[in-house]
């Protein structure tokens, strides 16, 4: 039979499983069903409702503007699949082609898709963790609890992590008239994003909008009074908080926990695929039967050196998710490489921040266009010369611009194409605060006494 043989019988009496009823997986279920993939389907997930989109969490379910129940992803196509929800996977198994459920059941595949995301990262002591008022925000349930806890109008909040998600639930904070305490480790909010000089401005946006932001300081300890509220925040530097509820935004943990024993080069910071989402072993070998995509991927991208890249963007879920399921069902020279340049956005106090490319591939950064004091303007990021990434704050019409500068490797730093290029327009280190995007990942060691004796170990580095 020959390879083009056992593609159409795949395509017509295959088993395809996805992992992570996210917004990945449902898209990769739609593409595969619009590819003419026609045989079994399995979507696993462990929440118990069906794919729901998570951006509207931090912004629109938190203002009360929509319902956290109305947030599940619209069906672009029917995808005829069993779903088995409110059971986590457990474990895969390569050599039987087998994913282990946690209440023991097994599923069977001829090919697997993991698009098993990210998780909150919770407060780090279970029980002032469990306090009440203090929470977390990635899921449906997580949105709809902080939501009514916002409304119920409490004295102070206090937001542990200035990233992101963290300045979002601020920003609505203050929207809502509510006093915010706003504690970052790092120097300033976004900076372990998008470098120091976009934190200096953040940091000057939070403050202007009455954020008692605090920075280069720890939370030490939740304090809770007899009935188990939450009452009390403690800093390393001595002082203390008094605060109703917390919101514990440190970034996520990526849902690789499961593929310990997989023999995937799984970890901490992913999944590691090749440009086809094809997952790689511990080896180094590409599997043809395992795809990954969404959060918890590592894909090389040719334009950032080919580094192993995760990024936790709405956009790169969908495209992964599609080229995933394009290549599961395609013979090997029909195959796509997931070649498009990441972007994100964020909107806090007033500002719609975009990006395009990676900012944290990067040694410099200039501004290129606008006024920083009237925050509009849009920053270019260089790395040994070239433009790797354009930030806007309320300049996003642009960003199709510097996307052809990246995607040309255009010299760096760029000229304005516009006549609003600052006057003192002048390139500065990006200054990122500990390990960056450059010095990360996943470290290989290849051991072994003779040259039949090769084993290969993943060493975790710490960041």
Known sequence: MTSADNLRAFKRDGRIVIVGASLAGLRAAEALRAE???????MIGDETCEPYDRPPLSKQVLTGWVPAGDTTLPRRRDVNAEWLLGVPASGLDLATNHVRLADGREVPFDRVLISTGVRARPWFV???AALDGVFVLRTREHAEGLQQALAAGPSRVLVIGA????????????????????????????????????????ADLQRAHGVDLRCGVKVTRLEGDDQGRLRRAHFDDGSTVDADVAVVALGGIRNTEWLRESGLAAGPWG?????????LTLDGLITDDVFVAGDVARCPNPIYEYRLISLEHWANAVEQAEVAAHNMVSGQADRWPH???PAFW???????IKSVGVPTFADEVVVTQGS???RRFVAAYGYRGRVTAAVSFNNAKWLDHYRQLIETAAPFPP?????DQPVDMKPVPVDFPGPVLLAQGATVVVTGHDPSERRVTAAQQNR
């Open 271 to 279: 999944i590691a695929c090749d440009t086809g989402c094809r997952a």
């Open 372 to 374: 920083v004091a009237d």
């Open 163 to 202: 990233g992101f998600t963290g300045s979002e639930i601020a920003s609505i904070c203050r929207e809502r008239d509510i006093a915010v305490t706003v504690a970052e480790l790092a120097p300033a909010p976004l900076v372990g994003a998008l470098g120091a000089m976009i934190g200096d401005v953040a």
């Open 339 to 341: 070649l498009s340049i």
């Open 346 to 352: 964020s909107i806090q106090f007033g500002v719609n």
């Open 36 to 42: 003419g993939f026609t045989g079994s389907l399995t």
């Open 126 to 128: 279970e029980s002032e």
């Open 415 to 419: 000229p304005s194409p516009t006549p």
